[in-house]
C-alpha cells in the first residue's frame, strides 16, 4: 500500500477465469460479511500484476492458469469496502485455466462454514454474468461490462475458444 495525503493505496488483481462456457466466482467470508467477487487478491512489493495473480490462484485454489488478455483497472474512486481511508486500484484479466480443473466447485452460493476467511468457488454460466451476482463496486463494473460484451456472438467465440 502506498500512503497518500493521509490515505493509503491498494492495489488488487482478480481473474475472470473462463471454462466451457463459464466463469468461476468466489463466495468469501469477509469481516462477517458474506461477499461474492472474482477471485484474486494483493500485490506484494517487488511482484508484478500477472506473477501476483498466478500465485493467488495457486495459493487459494492450487490451479495453474494462463493470461488472455486485460480486460479492466480501476478508472475512478473506490474506497475500501473494509477500510474507509484505503483506495483501492484493481486489475482484473481473463484467463484460461492450463491443464485439468484441480479445485472443488460449488453450485451453492457461499456454501462453506461460516468463519471468518471462509471460501467457496462455483461456476456462472457466461449468460448469466451481470452486476448483480457481485458484491464489492468494481466486480459489480466488470460483471456489468462482461455482461455487455458476452451479448456479442464475436467476443464469445473469441475467449472461449482459446
Not at 5 to 25: E, Q
Not at 36 to 44: A, D, E, Q, R
Not at 74 to 82: G, I, K, L, M, Q
Not at 90 to 112: A, C, E, M, N, R
Amino acid at each position: 500500500m502506498m500512503q497518500k495525503r493521509g490515505g493509503k493505496i491498494t492495489l488488487r488483481v482478480y481473474g475472470i477465469l473462463l471454462h466451457d462456457g463459464n466463469v468461476l466466482v468466489s463466495d468469501e467470508y469477509i469481516r462477517k460479511n458474506k461477499v461474492t467477487k472474482f477471485p484474486g487478491g494483493g500485490l506484494h512489493f517487488g511482484e508484478g500484476t500477472i506473477d501476483a495473480l498466478k500465485r493467488e490462484f495457486m495459493e487459494e485454489m492450487k490451479q495453474p492458469v494462463e493470461v488472455i488478455s486485460h480486460y479492466y483497472t480501476t478508472d475512478f474512486f473506490v474506497s475500501s469496502a473494509f477500510h474507509v481511508r484505503t483506495q483501492v486500484i484493481s486489475i482484473y484479466y481473463l484467463l484460461k485455466p492450463l491443464g485439468p480443473i484441480v479445485f472443488q466447485t460449488s453450485s451453492v452460493p457461499h456454501d462453506y462454514v461460516w468463519k471468518e476467511g471462509a471460501q467457496s468457488l462455483r461456476w456462472l454460466d457466461y449468460k448469466s454474468v451481470n452486476e448483480d451476482q457481485f458484491t464489492l463496486i468494481i466486480d459489480r463494473k466488470v460483471g456489468e461490462m462482461l455482461e455487455h460484451d458476452f451479448m456479442h456472438p464475436d467476443f464469445v467465440r473469441k475467449v472461449f475458444s482459446r
